[in-house]
């Protein structure tokens, strides 16, 4: 069932902006609603943005998490566990909880994200799918058991449900494919679905993934890859990257 309220995702209109005014519409006892937002919430691995909300008065609230509540299935194929619509709440640091007495409905702010922590976390969603297709072309069967995955500002990680575990041939062929498509600098582009704009894919040469996260337009910036293998027990692989040579323009946000 739908939602009657929806947040403004900012976010997918400009993958690059850093703040936005907005009004709010519902407040918790550390939560906060806005009509729009920047920052893009935990999902579909990639952790939250952190940022401020900056009231009228010039009081400043910091929030260090943003979630989507109240979302729905599409019932789209190849869309799989997805949540479209809803609202988004931003958790206020506990720090700031009492400035919340200062805020009313409908007034105006403005969100600030970390535009540092939004930059590494873009370009290590962008890593991780580098690596999920190298993972593809090397070991198909992993991909089709994929169980989960995390992307964190400083690495990203896949784990898999397979009895076969990756060999050190296969890692270090999983690592070459992708630095081959990191070398390539190749143009990443995202679509939204004709029918509901809240369900994105990634693009990158042949390459589509489902995905609702924040990239980059190219693969050049997140560099060098190196990519680990750790067993989680019977049954469960784990591969996970790191970009010790990214470059990351925080310039880009405004």
């Known amino acids: 069932m739908k939602f ?11 993958g690059f902006l850093g703040s936005c005014q907005a009004s709010v519409i519902k407040i918790e006892a550390d939560m906060i609603e806005l009509d729009a937002t920047v920052a893009f919430p935990e999902g579909g691995g990639q952790e939250a943005d952190h940022g401020t909300i900056t009231l009228d008065n010039g009081s400043v609230l910091r929030f260090i998490d943003a979630r989507k509540m109240y979302g729905h299935s599409p019932g789209i194929d190849g869309f799989p566990d997805v949540q479209v619509g809803g609202v988004i709440w931003h958790k206020v640091h506990p720090d700031d909880v009492s400035l919340l007495n200062q805020v009313r409905i409908h007034d105006s ?3 600030h994200i970390d535009v540092d922590r939004r930059a590494w976390l873009t370009l290590s969603h962008t890593a ?4 999920y297709v190298a993972v593809a072309a090397v070991r198909p069967d992993a991909v089709q058991a994929t169980l989960g995955c995390h992307i964190r500002s400083d690495g990203a990680r896949f784990d898999f449900g397979v009895n076969e575990r ?16 990191v070398l390539c600098d190749a143009a990443i582009t995202m679509s939204a679905h004709p029918q509901e704009p809240d369900l994105r894919s ?11 996260g924040t990239h980059l337009d190219r ?11 750790k067993s989680l027990g019977a049954g469960k692989e784990r591969l996970s990257c790191s970009f010790p040579d ?3 323009d925080t310039a880009r946000f405004g």
């Open 109 to 111: 702010v403005t969100v």
């Open 128 to 131: 991780s799918h580098i690596l």
């Open 4 to 14: 009657h309220r929806q947040t403004r995702k900012r976010y997918y209109e400009d």
């Open 166 to 181: 990756f060999t050190p041939d296969q890692v270090s062929q999983i690592e070459a494919y992708a630095n081959d498509l």
């Open 219 to 229: 693969t050049g910036p997140v560099g060098r890859l190196v990519v680990k293998r």
């Open 202 to 212: 990634w693009h990158c040469e042949q390459h589509r993934i489902a995905c609702g």
């Open 246 to 248: 990214a470059v990351v």
